[in-house]
Structures are given as structure tokens and as C-alpha cells.
């Protein structure tokens, strides 16, 4: 009562729904009065509601039933209540009864009567929808099949979806938006198993473990490596080939054809008559190999003109291929190259010549700088020789000698501004007129004092003199009259002592190099013996040893103690020219082959490096005094700066790098750069041309 | 020269205002105008000439150099406007100045020899120093000065006064001593430094006749140096002078007289031909600074108490002269022939060696020892430089490639180059302050006028 009372208040949405059946059901129950009054009821009662409607929709069905028949039989058979009210048993035992069951008001429900079989018989004739007809015999009564429900019908008999608007063809939405695959093969996702470690598998490795620990599965032995092997053996061929026979070598694989090897290829392809003209000027090498034509067809293609010669080198190769395998050696070339350090970092070094010093008429034979670098002389094969101003070019000091002078040197000493010059015979020692008024007494004294009381008792008294020391009034210098062409004057490092050298035959090799004392004025041959024509002679930079250099060798004594201390072998044809380092244990030596050597005397006699960079004579070679350069020149109008630096550190050893090729100076007579000469205190070169010009190149 | 004609085909154009500092005479209205801007210095200057012209019918055409926001214009506009990221929209402000460039030359005065050493700090005359001597006997080697007087600027060419006689070998380096009060007087004093080892002052009298070159002998011999003297260079306050030299050292010297003086003088007399006696004073140092260790290339005395001092061993250093030491020691990699001290607040040192880039430094900036300015226009060394006295950006280099170029510091170009040498120029130097006097080994002194710097 409780549900009619709430569909009568009417709350909310249920209640135009409800509102029929609540009529219907006063109807059916004969109208009960039920006071309007339940209002306040309502709200509590409300959550049982729910069954109530569904009790109600049971009622309802019955009811339309009653009056409708099956119209809902799609639904379930609790829903569509049976008019038997009997139960479920058998019907046999009502099978004598007029009445089957009872109504809910108590009356008997009566069971239709039966129409005898031929009636119904008739009956079903005549109704051409007899065959939807079918008798319910627990209801007793007669059910026509709806044209919906026989179509039912007929789609299960197929075995397809009984439902009419049932589509098993839908086309398929993905419930899922795949960005990467376009069909999937499964949308499912990703099942946990393939995220845990595998029993099997465990189980499986478990069994090997214990197999192997039992001993059941062996392992193959470690191969022993031999211990000794062949030292000398081929293991390119030999052993492999005794082992397989000849080992396969692939062929190379030739190109594929392209479309210039058509037989009737693009226009583009085929080369103009200019071209094939200019192939017959190329090397044989270079020409290319196959020169494309065109022909109409296939069938005028010639055939191949090379086949003949092609095949014959072919045999000739095979004739003549070498049975062994040689293996290539796969390295990068710059690899083999030796680190050096880069030109920046060894700066400062002369790079560009600014200024120049012309004058002179001939060849500029020699230079030589002063010790603080203010000046340098040079002397010429027209005979002169010059004193320079180093700043600004200006030619200072001109002195004519008359014939080729061969060699200048500056006396080391900076308070003796002297020059020893030598020009054909003669060695001069010039006063250049520099320094202060001390030191031009002084060398006014050193020049003069005994020349001329005996230059002939001089060569009396002593005996080994060969040479004439006279006094040079046209020129205020001393003069040394030796018997051969003097190639090169050099001075000792305190200023006193310098040596001479006369490139002369065998027999006079014993007086070739003089050395001689300007502060007595003595003149003395070196006590040894020489082996070859003597080419120049230095001293050494700190201690008292004498470098000669022969033409092919250098010998090094030791003047102290009388006595050869070494002999560097250069392996040139002739040597040109010598320097030493200013600390003394290298030297280098240029040669007129175009290579100069450097030697470490510490390491051995032999050249610890050779340098090759000339195509011509190397006419003079020389060391910068403080920075770690050194520089060459030669008949090629080039000279080269290296970087050389000796290390105080024994076990170090020299390092050079090549920096700078110095151009400038043209070619005169065959004759290119003839002397080279550091600037004593910057990092400038001076060289001296065949062209007559002296150039400096600053850094 | 239509130049409105010409704008039509144009484009792009610019609207500009010029603007100068210049006097009357050289001002244009100051409206702004609309110009091409394709247009050079040749274009802007011409269009500032057509202005003048406009308002002043007998104007003579002035070639002019345009500054915006304080650089020298140096391409077309466009191009500058492009590099510096000058907005063409709104108006441009251009001032123009006279185009720095030498417009007249005055024929060379010639020498009997190089021309090695120049010093134009006095307007009435220009003091030249000389390798002289070879073409003498070479048992006498001497060499002159020479004191050019012009009387007056515009003459032809510049008459020698004065030859200053006594040293026995090349003069390197010449300095007027002006000392401050004493504008006025007549006898000027002038320090010459030689290779002979020695300083010598002389005494000048401007006045005299400059008919015939005057022989003039020193009055104080300043013989100190063991080497070659390099350059001298006198104090401000004129009672001091320095020299710098190939022994390495820095000499600084009293200039003033024996009666004046305390400092340890000897007399040394001498007998002329014709019997005469002759006084000269020899003076020793009063301080020497030491330091260099190489050939002391040039010295500058800017104020009373510094000396700036330039060496062959890759330094430039500043000296208190009170202390003797060294304040400053700057290291540039490269010999250097020449140096001065100029410019903003007269604190910038440019220096010029043994390759051709001209350098120039500021000591006050901290940190860096790195060059603020560095001129390469040149090919061979430079042997010169020389910073204008009044303007702060103008300079004049000389080079042994036989060129003097004028510079400003507000671009990289060089303002004009003078070739008129035909060797390698020694010397230069500004002179009156709108001159440039040269000196080269083509013993030419080359006076290029007219350079009108502010």
C-alpha cells in the first residue's frame, strides 16, 4: 500500500509513468481507499521504492496479459506469468478436470473446450495462418507466431544472430588510438606474463647447473697457445698454403657498366672531336680506356677490337702472376710523419725582408755583423768592402781592396771594431773607425806597433811563418801577404786569435790553415795532419777546439792538448760550409750537394739528422747566437730558417723544424745566395745575393 | 652637379642634417635634407660645397671629412649606416670637418745628405739633422745642421740660416729645448744627438741674417754614451735633456750653462787655424737610467717627471725620473724605431718598428698590454710617428716605403698619404700645426701645408 500511496503523491518524474497504472490497478482492485494524506510518508520510504516498481511492472504485465495475450514474449518466462496457475506439475492429473487451476479471485479457471479433430482439422485448413498457429498445451491455448518472432525463428534455424537489428559486419572501432601501427595484430594489451621471469626457464637452467655440476655435460679444452712460434717464417703463404693448397684469392670485382657504355648512349656521352683530338695528346695512362659511339641498331655493333690483345695480356698475366700473396701494408702516410710543433708557436723568427742594402757592384761574396748589431760589413767581387748601418741602410765605410774579397768577419769583441778581411792573397785587418777614442787608441796600437821595424826579421826569426805581415798605410790596417788565395778568415771568440784558410792541393795541406795572433803578431800552423782539401775552419764557441772541415769530413781538435778529439763524417761529395751551435756540441754542415747535416758530437760521429731542402749548392750555413735558429742558403736564390733547439737535458735531443723559405734574391751568374748571417741579437737574417744586394728579412 | 637630378634614380635616400664646429664661413643651414645614400665622402662633400655655394655665391670648393656618432665616414653611407647598425629612419647628424690632407706642397729644400732627424715644435723654423760627410775627405767626417728659416710660410723654398757644426758623424736625432716663460726670446737652444757618442747643445739666435747659412758652434758637449746616440729628447721645463743609446742606457743631462750650473763641468779649449781660442763646455751625466738591454731607439719627455723611453729589445718603458726605475714595461714583440706620447690627455703612446703596423697603446687601460689602435697601411718599417700637439686623433707616420701617411683614430684608413719621397723617409713631423715637415734618404725636407687639423 505503501508504493500506491507514493505514485499517488506523484513525486518527481515517476510520476506521469506510474500514474495509468496506479489507475489500473484501483481498477483492478476495486478502489481502495487510501487517504491522501501520506504526503509527510514519502520521503522516508523512498529508498524501498525501487522494488515496489519492479512488483508493479509485474502486476501491470499480468494484467495486459490478460487482455493483449503475448504481445512482450521476448522477455523471460518469469515475466510473462503463466495463465496456469497450477504449478509445475504434470498436467496428466488434470487431465479429467474442467478446470485447471484458479484465478486470484478464487474461481476456476476453465479449460477451453476441445474442438474434435476433424473441426480443427477444417479449421486449420480454411486459416491460411494455421501454420503459425501453435497450441500451448500448459496454458491451453492457441499461440499465433508474429511475423517478427517466425523471422526469429528462422535466423536461429540458420545459426545466425537471432537479434533482426543485430550487424556482425559493423565495422570495427578500436576502443584504442594506436599512433605507430596500422594493424595491429592484437589491440590486447600487453599481458603480465611476458613481464615475469619464466619458471620454465628457471627449471631448465636449474637442471644444467646441476648436470654440470654432476659432471654429466663436458666442455671442450681451452686451445693451448703455442709458446714459440716461427720468428722468420712467411705467415703470409707458406703455411697456408701447405695446409689448403693455394688460398683463394677473389677476383676484384669489376665495375657495372654505365650508360655510356650503351650501345646507343645520349648525346651528352659522346665525346666531341676536340675531345678524341685531345686525348691523343694525353699520356697513355691517362687516356681514358673506352670511348663511347653510337650505332642505330644492336645488330651493327662491331665486334669488340681489343679482344685479341685483351686476352693475350690476360694470359700474360697469369703467366707471369706471382705465386705469393703479398699483404699490403694499410698505413696512413701522414702517420709515418714526425710530430713537430707548429710554426706559430716558434715565433719569432725572419719572415719578410723590409729593408735592403744596395751598392755594391758585384756579387756580395760575405757578410758578417757586428757584435752589438749596429753594423754589418760586407765584401764583394768588385773588390770593396763595405760597412753598413744596419737601421737604415746607410753605407757607411767603403774600402777598395782591388781584387774579389772572399770573406769579412767582424772581431767578435765589441771594443775592437776591427775587420779581418781576405781578398785574393792577402788578409787585411781593417780598422772600420767605430768605438769610442779609447778603443780606436787601442786599435790604432794593435794595428801598428810592430809593422814596420821587421816585417822581414818577423819572417826570419820565425821560421814557420808563411806568411808576411805588413803595415796597409792606404787602407790603416795591417796586411797579410800568405801564399795562396785565402778562402776564409774566421775569428777566435776573444778577438785576438784568427785562423786563415787557403784551399790548396795535398802537398801544402799542412800549411793550408794558419791561425794567427794579431796582439803579437805571430803566425802558426795547426800541428796536424790533414786528410783532404780543407775548406773552412771555425773555433769553438767557449772551449779551445779547432773544427776543420775537409771535403768530406770535419775533424775537431782540441788546441789545449794537441790532439784530435773527433771525426764527423757527413757522407757528402763536398762540403761548403760549417757553423756551431753557441753551446758547442752541434754542428752543422752544408755541402754542395744541396743537404746540410747536423751532428750531435755527443751522440755520435754521424749526422743525427740529414736535411734536404736544396736543389742546389747550400753556399753557407749559421746559427743565431741567443734564439734557437739556425738558417741555410744556396745557389737556388732561397734560404731556409729552421728552428733548432738543443736541450740542457742529455737525453733530449734536437729538435728541428723547418719554418720559413726566405725568397728575394734573384739569380746572377748560376750564383744564387752566397752568405747568410744572424742578426747577433734579433731574430733577423741578413743574406747575401749574387744579385749585389744584401737583403734583411725581419721578423 | 644636379644631385637631385641624379636622386631620382635612387631608391633608398636619407634624411640627414649636417653639422659642424666650423666657423661662419663654413656653416650650412641646418635643415634637414633628403640625399641618397649611396652616396661617399666625395658625394657628402660635394653636397656640402653645394650648400656653401648656394649661400655664398664666391665660395670655393673645400673638400671636407664627415664624422657620424664620432667616426670618420670611410664607404658609402649605405654601407657604414649598414655596418654600424644606424637606424636610416630618423635623421642623421653628420658633422663635417676640413678634410685632413695636405693641399699644398712646398718645393723640397735639398740637403747635401740624408735627412735623418726633423723637428718642426718651433713655428718660425724647422730644425733638420743630417748624414753628412761622406762625400767629404774621410779622414774628416762632420756633419751639419742645418736650421731652415723660412721667412716667410708661403716662399717658394726654405732658406738654410743656420749650420750647426761640430758633430763627427751622423745626426739621428734633433730637439728644440723650449723652456716654458721664455717664448719670446730670440736665442733658442737645441739638443742634436749623433753617432758620434755625443749630445751637444747649441744656442741659436733666430734673428739673425738669413742671407747665408750662419755657422753655428756648440756650447756644451755632452759626450757619455760608450755607443751611437739614438735620440735625444728635451724636458718640458727646458733645464734637462735625454738621450737614449745604442749602449743600452738612458742619459739624462743639464742643459744650462757653466756659470749657472753645478753640475760637474770640464772646459775643454781650442785652437782654430787662425789662433782664436774657443770655449766648450762638457758636461756629464747627472743620472743614468738603465734597464734596456738593447739599442734605446727613441725617448719621449712629455711631462716633467716621466720619460718614455723605446728599445730595440721589443720594450717600451715608462721611467720616474725621480726614482730612475721603471713604472711601466711594456713588452711588444717587435723592434721599435720610433715612439711618441700624444693623443687623449697626451697619455697614448704610439710606436712604430720593425714592421709595418703603426701601434698604439693605452698604459692607463688595466689588464691588457694589448694595442687600442694598430694602423697597417704601411709596407716597410716604420721610422716616424709623431702625434698632432693639439688634436687628439691626428697623427703622421713615415716609413721606409717612402710614404707619410697622416692618420686619425677614427678610422682604420690612413687620411692621406704623401708620396712624394723617393726613398725612405726618416723623419717627420708636424710643424705650425697644419704642416707636415718630412726628411728622407732622397736628402729631401718636404713641407706638405695646409693640413687643417682643429
Known amino acids: ?699 | 652637379m644636379d644631385f637631385d637630378g641624379d636622386g631620382e634614380e635612387f631608391s633608398r635616400r636619407v634624411q640627414v642634417r649636417f653639422i659642424t664646429k666650423l666657423q661662419p664661413p663654413f656653416k650650412v643651414p641646418s635643415t634637414s635634407i633628403a640625399i641618397p645614400s649611396n652616396l661617399t665622402r666625395m658625394g657628402l662633400s660635394a653636397i656640402v660645397n653645394n650648400l656653401l655655394l648656394a649661400g655664398n655665391a664666391d665660395w670655393k670648393a673645400e673638400p671636407f671629412d664627415f664624422l657620424i656618432n664620432g667616426e670618420l665616414v670611410r664607404m658609402s653611407l649605405e654601407e657604414f649606416l649598414l655596418a654600424k647598425g644606424i637606424s636610416a629612419e630618423k635623421i642623421l647628424e653628420i658633422e663635417y670637418v676640413k678634410a685632413v690632407a695636405p693641399r699644398r706642397e712646398e718645393d723640397p729644400s735639398l740637403h747635401d745628405d740624408w735627412v735623418s732627424a726633423v723637428d718642426g715644435s718651433n713655428p718660425g723654423f724647422i730644425l733638420t739633422g743630417c748624414y753628412d760627410g761622406l762625400g767629404r775627405k774621410l779622414d774628416k767626417i762632420w756633419s751639419c745642421f742645418k736650421l731652415c728659416q723660412l721667412n716667410r710660410i708661403w716662399k717658394s723654398a726654405g732658406l738654410c740660416s743656420h749650420v750647426l757644426e761640430g758633430h763627427g758623424a751622423a745626426v739621428t736625432s734633433v730637439s728644440i729645448i723650449k723652456p716654458k716663460g721664455l717664448e719670446g726670446s730670440t736665442d733658442i737652444r737645441v739638443a742634436t744627438a749623433s753617432k758620434d757618442k755625443t749630445v751637444r747643445l747649441w744656442k741659436v739666435d733666430v734673428e739673425g741674417s738669413s742671407d747665408h747659412s750662419k755657422k753655428v758652434r756648440a756650447y756644451k758637449i755632452l759626450p757619455g754614451h760608450s755607443a751611437s746616440v739614438q735620440s735625444v729628447a728635451a724636458k718640458p721645463s727646458g733645464d734637462m735633456v735625454c738621450s737614449g743609446s745604442w749602449d743600452c742606457r738612458i742619459n739624462l743631462w743639464q742643459t744650462n750653462e757653466l756659470d749657472k750650473g753645478g753640475d760637474l763641468v770640464s772646459i775643454k779649449k781650442r785652437k782654430k787655424g787662425d789662433g782664436d781660442e774657443e770655449t766648450q763646455l762638457q758636461g756629464e751625466s747627472v743620472s743614468t737610467l738603465v734597464g734596456h738591454t738593447q739599442c734605446v731607439s727613441s725617448v719621449v719627455w712629455p711631462h716633467n717627471d716621466t720619460i718614455y723611453s723605446a728599445s730595440w729589445d721589443h720594450s717600451i718603458r715608462r721611467w720616474d725620473v725621480e726614482m730612475g726605475k721603471d713604472s711601466l714595461n711594456m713588452f711588444c714583440g717587435k723592434v721599435i724605431n720610433c715612439l711618441d706620447v700624444g693623443g687623449e690627455s697626451s697619455s697614448l703612446i704610439a710606436a712604430g718598428g720593425s714592421d709595418p703596423i703603426l701601434r698604439i697603446w693605452d698604459p692607463r687601460k688595466p689588464g691588457s698590454l694589448a694595442p687600442i689602435f694598430q694602423f697597417s697601411s704601411h709596407t716597410s718599417w716604420i721610422s716616424a710617428c709623431k702625434w698632432h700637439d693639439k688634436s687628439w686623433f691626428h697623427l703622421v707616420s713615415a716609413s721606409y716605403d717612402g710614404k707619410v701617411m697622416l692618420w686619425d683614430l677614427r678610422t682604420a684608413w690612413p687620411l692621406a698619404v704623401i708620396e712624394s719621397h723617393k726613398d725612405k723617409v726618416l723623419c717627420a713631423d708636424w710643424w705650425r700645426g697644419d704642416s707636415v715637415v718630412s726628411g728622407g734618404a732622397d736628402s729631401k725636407l718636404l713641407i706638405s701645408s695646409d693640413i687643417s687639423v682643429q
Not at chain 1, 588510438?177 to 594493424?183: I, N
Not at chain 1, 671442450?220 to 693455394?246: F, I, M, Q, T
Not at chain 1, 768577419?409 to 792577402?426: T, Y
Not at chain 1, 795535398?506 to 794579431?518: G, M, V, Y
Open chain 1, 1 to 699: 500500500m505503501v508504493e500506491l500511496k507514493l505514485s499517488e503523491t506523484g513525486s518527481g518524474a515517476e510520476e506521469s509513468e506510474f500514474s495509468e497504472n496506479e489507475q489500473e490497478i484501483a481498477n483492478t482492485s476495486g478502489g481502495d481507499d487510501v487517504s491522501t494524506g501520506g504526503v509527510e510518508h514519502a520521503p522516508q520510504d523512498h529508498g524501498v521504492t525501487d522494488n515496489g516498481d519492479f512488483q508493479q511492472e509485474e502486476d501491470q504485465n499480468e494484467s495486459d496479459e490478460d487482455r493483449h495475450g503475448v504481445e512482450e514474449s521476448d522477455s523471460s518466462e518469469d515475466e510473462v506469468a503463466p495463465l496456469n496457475t497450477v504449478g509445475e506439475v504434470p498436467l496428466v492429473w488434470y487431465k479429467d478436470e474442467e478446470h485447471i487451476g484458479y484465478d486470484i479471485t478464487g474461481k476456476k479457471i476453465k479449460k477451453k473446450e476441445r474442438q474434435d479433430k476433424l473441426d480443427s482439422f477444417l479449421a486449420s485448413a480454411d486459416d491460411s495462418k494455421n501454420w503459425r498457429k501453435i497450441y500451448d498445451e500448459y496454458n491451453d491455448e492457441e499461440v499465433e507466431l508474429t511475423p517478427h518472432e517466425t523471422k526469429l525463428i528462422r535466423k536461429l534455424l540458420k545459426g545466425q544472430a537471432p537479434h533482426a537489428n543485430f550487424d556482425p559486419y559493423a565495422p570495427y572501432v578500436d576502443w584504442f588510438a594506436w599512433e605507430d601501427s596500422k594493424h595491429p595484430l592484437s589491440s590486447a594489451p600487453e599481458p603480465k606474463r611476458r613481464f615475469i621471469p619464466s619458471k620454465w626457464e628457471t627449471k631448465k637452467v636449474v637442471q644444467y647447473v646441476r648436470a654440470i655440476r654432476k659432471g654429466l655435460i663436458k666442455f671442450d679444452k681451452p686451445k693451448e697457445e703455442p709458446r714459440v712460434y716461427h720468428l722468420w717464417g712467411d705467415d703470409s703463404s707458406s703455411k697456408e698454403k701447405a695446409a689448403h693448397g693455394l688460398a683463394y684469392i677473389p677476383a676484384p670485382k669489376p665495375k657495372l657498366p654505365g650508360h655510356d657504355e650503351s650501345y646507343n648512349p645520349s648525346l651528352e656521352y659522346i665525346p666531341t672531336q676536340e675531345e678524341i683530338n685531345s686525348y691523343q695528346l694525353m699520356f697513355e695512362e691517362d687516356r681514358p680506356k673506352f670511348i663511347p659511339k653510337r650505332f642505330t641498331s644492336l645488330r651493327s655493333v662491331p665486334a669488340y677490337e681489343k679482344a685479341v690483345s685483351e686476352s693475350f695480356e690476360r694470359c700474360l698475366d697469369l703467366y707471369l702472376c706471382p705465386r705469393a700473396r703479398k699483404k699490403r701494408i694499410n698505413i696512413d702516410p701522414e702517420s709515418l710523419k714526425p710530430k713537430l710543433p707548429s710554426r706559430k708557436n716558434l715565433k719569432p723568427y725572419p719572415t719578410t725582408c723590409y729593408l735592403e742594402y744596395r751598392g755594391h757592384k758585384g756579387a756580395v761574396l760575405s757578410i758578417s755583423t757586428e757584435a752589438s748589431g749596429e753594423w754589418i760589413a760586407s765584401g764583394s767581387s768588385d773588390g770593396t768592402v763595405r760597412v753598413w748601418e744596419v737601421e737604415t741602410g746607410r753605407c757607411l765605410r767603403i774600402w777598395e781592396l782591388g781584387e774579389a774579397v772572399q770573406h769579412v768577419a767582424w772581431n767578435p769583441s765589441p771594443d775592437l771594431p776591427i775587420l779581418a778581411v781576405s781578398a785574393g792573397q792577402d788578409v787585411f785587418i781593417l780598422n772600420t773607425g767605430f768605438g769610442n777614442e779609447e778603443d780606436q787608441k787601442r786599435v790604432k796600437v794593435l794595428l801598428h806597433v810592430e809593422t814596420h821595424p821587421e816585417p822581414d826579421d818577423s819572417s826570419q826569426c820565425n821560421k814557420a811563418s808563411v806568411v808576411g805581415w805588413a803595415q796597409d798605410a792606404r787602407h790603416e790596417g795591417v796586411r797579410l801577404k800568405h801564399f795562396k788565395t785565402v778562402s776564409s778568415v774566421e775569428w777566435h771568440r776573444k778577438g785576438d786569435y784568427f785562423s786563415t784558410v787557403m784551399p790548396t792541393d795535398i802537398l801544402l795541406a799542412i800549411k793550408a790553415i794558419l791561425i794567427h795572433q794579431l796582439s803579437k803578431k805571430v803566425t802558426q800552423r795547426i800541428p796536424f795532419k790533414l786528410h783532404g782539401l780543407p775548406v773552412s775552419s771555425t773555433f769553438h764557441p767557449t772551449r779551445s777546439v779547432f773544427f776543420v772541415s775537409t771535403k768530406k769530413n770535419v775533424r775537431v781538435y782540441d788546441l789545449l792538448k794537441q790532439k784530435l778529439v773527433k771525426k764527423l763524417e757527413t757522407g757528402f761529395r763536398e762540403v761548403s760550409s760549417i757553423a756551431i751551435h753557441p753551446g758547442g756540441d752541434n754542428v752543422i754542415v752544408g755541402s754542395r750537394d744541396g743537404k746540410m747535416a747536423w751532428f750531435d758530437m755527443d751522440l755520435s760521429s754521424q749526422p743525427y739528422r740529414v736535411l734536404k731542402c736544396h736543389p742546389k749548392d747550400i753556399t753557407s750555413v749559421a746559427f743565431h747566437r741567443s734564439y734557437p735558429l739556425f738558417a741555410s742558403c744556396s745557389d737556388d736564390c732561397t734560404a731556409y730558417v729552421f728552428h733548432g733547439m738543443v736541450y740542457s737535458d742529455l737525453n733530449q735531443n734536437p729538435l728541428i723544424v723547418p719554418l720559413e723559405i726566405l725568397r728575394g734574391h734573384t739569380s746572377a751568374n748560376g750564383r744564387g745566395v752566397m752568405d747568410c748571417k744572424f742578426h747577433p741579437r734579433q731574430p733577423w737574417l741578413f743574406t747575401a745575393g749574387a744579385d749585389s744586394v744584401i737583403r734583411l728579412f725581419c721578423h
